[in-house]
């Protein structure tokens, strides 16, 4: 079994729509959650990093985890078609090792 | 302007042929990884390094070496490339080890 589940998806939306991504994972020691994006032919880029459990809001975005579920997710309010990427979850329990285990990701489409 | 390059972008290669996977970066990190990436599946770590002359495997197997002889440069080698090590190769860099800058990636294809 994995230690992280993401839905690959592909997860088609309007333009303007609150997209909801979602990863579960079953390592309890895990502390710190990230949200990487990457578009096609292109490395990740970090978008959202969150320590411990509560919310975390940049912009259009906003990250959750929940780590009594064992559940984080990303929510991308007013999608535009430059959204349009793959979205990574990751996590690690140890702290500044840059070891991080990486979801499936989810690949993302606004449509116009 | 500071920023992390990968070269090759993509390469090409036949069975046999020893080849190497370029990485720099411009932002003095000490930390630097190697991550590999096959379609629609998970990254996953094969090397990292914390400085100069350290380097360790990740929690994937891999048949691949590095070397870390200067901060900014941090070199993947493959002695002979077989059909299995076709995938894409991404090199990274962190100051805090949570937060990876990525290169853009080398697209791998061994005939």
């Known amino acids: 079994q994995k230690e992280v589940e993401q839905d690959p998806g592909p997860l088609s939306v309007p333009e303007g729509a609150i997209v909801s991504l979602n990863c579960t994972y079953s390592?309890?020691?895990?502390?710190?959650f990230m949200w990487y994006r990457q578009y096609s032919r292109k490395g990740p880029e970090l978008l959202m990093y969150?320590?411990?459990?509560g919310n975390k809001e940049d912009g259009r975005f906003t990250a959750q985890v929940d780590k009594s579920s064992k559940y984080i997710s990303l929510f991308i309010r007013d999608s535009q078609p430059s959204d349009s990427a793959t979205y990574l979850c990751?996590?690690?329990?140890?702290?500044?090792?840059?070891?991080?285990?990486f979801g499936q990701g989810t690949t993302l489409q606004v449509k116009p | 302007e500071a920023d992390i390059y990968q070269t090759p972008r993509y390469l090409v290669i036949g069975t046999g042929k020893k080849i190497t996977l370029e990485c720099s970066q411009t932002?003095?990190?000490?930390?630097m990884y190697w991550y590999q990436q096959d379609p629609g599946m998970e990254l996953h770590l094969i090397h990292y390094?914390?400085?100069?002359?350290?380097?360790e495997k990740g929690d994937l197997s891999s048949e691949s070496t590095v070397s870390r002889i200067r901060t900014e440069h941090f070199p993947l080698t493959l002695e002979s490339a077989r059909p299995s090590h076709t995938s894409q190769y991404l090199c990274?860099?962190?100051?805090?080890?949570?937060?990876?800058?990525f290169g853009s990636g080398t697209q791998l294809s061994v005939l």
């Open positions: 990274a860099s962190s100051e805090e080890g949570e937060k990876l800058f």
């Open positions: 390592n309890s020691a895990f502390q710190y």
């Open positions: 969150t320590y411990s459990s």
């Open positions: 990751a996590m690690t329990g140890s702290s500044n090792t840059g070891k991080l285990i």
């Open positions: 932002m003095g990190h000490d930390k």
């Open positions: 390094s914390y400085g100069v002359n350290s380097t």
